[in-house]
């Protein structure tokens, strides 16, 4: 296998579909086989810039020749069904988070999987971030000592549709899982969660139950205490940013920018270009990054990293998260 050219199957052709179909399309050693949504015509448009084909069923995937893995990129109501499908037909898989909203379906589906011994690897593509890593590599190294407090930052330029808010299962599963995984990254056992959440511009989100800010503080079991803060708006990009402190010292990672000029004049110093505009640009390098990743895993037969475990403890948090907001209470993990 590590000689010849790996094949995986896209389920989904939507916006993260077809990131993920652009990364698979021009690595240098992996083919895009096909892409399957039951909304073909997304697919087919796709399929014509990727130069594979498209498929609406997805039993034509798993009649493939020769197929290496899957990357599930669809709606997150069907996760759990083609995660299960795929390892049974001996395929390994990338599927983007969450694997689903419910965490007892999630422990079902894990006990399902049992021992089999396909790759599954789980989309929290942000580990990959070469500014995000680097800085966790130092702190692993023991550049700043002992890590004592860990800050994330994690803002969106606009809020997502209303219809994808709906069914998003919350800021604290869709947006703050994200970076309860980077918390994870650095603290890999938090045993305390408290979270707090408000409405302060959107009544869309307001409506459908859910916050539009919300600041999370993390406990690990070392006594390290992280602090996430969300919003579902930024009025200067997206706003990525991530600071380590420890006893000896502090690593940090800015936004990213367009260009590395900076403007002194005047009227200011330090003037900089906007935030790149989303996670598309702003995450470029870690899909690449994350499917290098996976290709490894496929042909060496390791476990990747971050797996399904991983993804259920994300979902444990946020689910911790979302009661310590609605209870006012710190949520013990």
């Not at 399929?47 to 020749?65: N, R």
């Not at 990009?237 to 005047?266: C, I, P």
């Amino acid at each position: 296998m590590s000689e010849r050219r790996l094949r995986l199957a896209l389920f989904g052709s939507g916006r993260i579909g077809q990131v993920h179909a652009r990364s698979v399309a021009t690595h240098p050693d992996i083919d895009l086989a096909v892409i399957a949504d039951p909304f073909v015509e997304g697919a087919r448009r796709l399929a014509a810039e990727t130069g594979t084909k498209a498929v609406a069923d997805p039993e034509e995937v798993f009649a493939e020749a020769d197929l290496d893995g899957v990357v599930i990129a669809s709606p997150t109501s069907t996760h759990v069904d083609l995660i299960t499908r795929s390892r049974a037909h001996g395929l390994a898989v990338l599927c983007e988070k969450p694997i689903d909203l419910d965490i007892d379906t999630v422990l079902e589906c894990r006990d399902k999987l049992g021992d089999t011994t396909s790759p599954i690897m789980l989309g929290f593509n942000r580990r990959f971030d070469p500014h995000f890593a680097a800085v966790r590599g130092r702190v692993a190294a023991g550049e700043i000592g002992t890590l004592e407090q860990l800050t994330i930052i994690s803002r969106d330029p606009a809020p997502a549709p209303v219809d994808y808010i709906a069914g998003s299962g919350g800021i604290f599963r869709d947006m703050t899982i994200h970076d309860l995984d980077m918390a994870r990254f650095f603290v890999p056992d938090i045993v305390e969660v408290t979270a707090v959440g408000s409405n302060v511009f959107s009544d869309d989100i307001k409506r459908y139950d859910d916050y539009d800010s919300v600041v999370v503080t993390l406990r690990g079991r070392g006594g390290e205490l992280i602090t996430i803060t969300n919003s579902r708006h930024c009025a200067y990009g997206y706003d990525q940013r991530l600071e380590a402190f420890g006893s000896t010292g502090m690593l940090s990672a800015g936004n990213v920018t367009e260009t590395t000029v900076r403007k002194f004049g005047s009227e200011g110093t330090e003037g900089a270009g906007p935030c790149l505009p989303f996670f598309l640009e702003r995450y470029a390098e870690a899909y690449r990054a994350e499917l290098d990743a996976f290709a490894h895993s496929i042909r060496t037969g390791e476990p990747c990293t971050p797996g399904f475990d991983d993804g259920v403890t994300a979902l444990v948090l946020a689910n911790a998260a979302e009661e310590s907001a609605r209870t006012g209470g710190t949520v013990t993990v």
